[in-house]
């Protein structure tokens, strides 16, 4: 097959949707088929003449304008059309004489545009633009979920048909595994955490439903409990809410700040941790669940889905909001973290790249099908 992929805006740095877009590509190489990935080009938000604030909007041009006339030009190439984030389901309305699918990975942002979320309040703009979204969703052929939580969702908020809804998780986007132990101690120590930290890992970004705030808190009850913990803080630069909240409980000393580390360094780091604390409010799917559980780390997360859906049995949940309930459940599960290891390599299996693009040639199969017999119909 000819298979378009859509990916994102690169001034938008949105990773996890670029690191889909990549994983996508280079599997359907693999599988033998031809690729090619276009997204919207900085012609305008990359100039630098204007002040920052005019960047969103000259953005919007690039993306809303000028790239439509540019997906226009390449799409007769095309067997089917892969928009790999939801968020560019705008451009479905381009799409109709064409097979075509969009992964939908979450509902969030909708949700929190129709007031959903009392943690966090969509401007005016936002919420046009998800409205916009909503309309491109409801357009498209197919649409594939990455959990059964965002299925649901979008089967709540859009008038696609549930045929036209499936589900496909995501795979792991590295070949994450337990990294030996010599060479994992020497990647720490260059990242300036010492040989005998007993540690707590949090992977994430600082969106709201994150709880970075919460991982702090119950890192906090931890240690009022057993003070000889760490926390390694990876992601995004932390906010000053959460600077202030490690200052004001004097936590300097015992939270670690990586930002944005390479891959093998967060292997080795989930290889080390005692467990990973995942105790998000809301999620797509969670990938950091699988990749800790497929390098043998423990995983404390949310007792919600789609949290408690990817971690199968082969997690520990807790109530992200009950930060002392939280701190009781870690402590209490501490002598079991070997059986939760080998579960969780286990459950990780579910949930490799390979599968799930066997599963998105199926579904490009039957959008083609469709499309033919639409044609020929008509």
Known sequence: MKILLIGN??????????????????????FGHQVRVIRPIPYLGSLHLFPNVFK????????????????????SWADVVHICDHGNAIYARYLQN?????????????????GEFLEYKTGWTGKILQQMIVKGLNQAQKVACISEQTR????????????????????????YSPMAA???????????????CRFILHVGANHWYKNRLGVLAIFYQLILKQSEWYLVMVGKPMTDEMHKFIQSHNLSQKVIELVEIEHENLRALYSSATALLFPSLQEGFGWPIIEAQACGCPVFTSNRPPMNDVGGEAAVYIDPNNHEDTVEKIVSSLSKLEMFKSKGFINSQRFTAQNMVYQYIELYQLAIEEKYKTKITN
């Open 182 to 196: 010599l060479e994992a101690k020497q990647r720490l120590k260059a990242l300036g955490i010492s040989q005998d």
């Open 9 to 30: 805006y690169q001034p938008d740095a949105i990773q996890s949707m670029d690191l889909f877009s990549v994983m996508l590509e280079n599997h359907l190489i693999q």
């Open 56 to 75: 969103k909007w000259f953005g919007y041009i690039d993306k809303l304008i000028i790239f439509p006339l540019n997906l226009r030009s390449v799409i």
């Open 98 to 114: 064409i097979p075509h699918i969009v992964t939908c990975h979450d509902l969030l942002a909708i949700r929190s545009g129709l």
């Open 152 to 175: 649901n969702d979008l089967i709540r908020f859009s008038t696609l048909d549930e045929k036209a809804v499936t589900l496909i998780p995501v795979g792991l986007n590295y070949p």
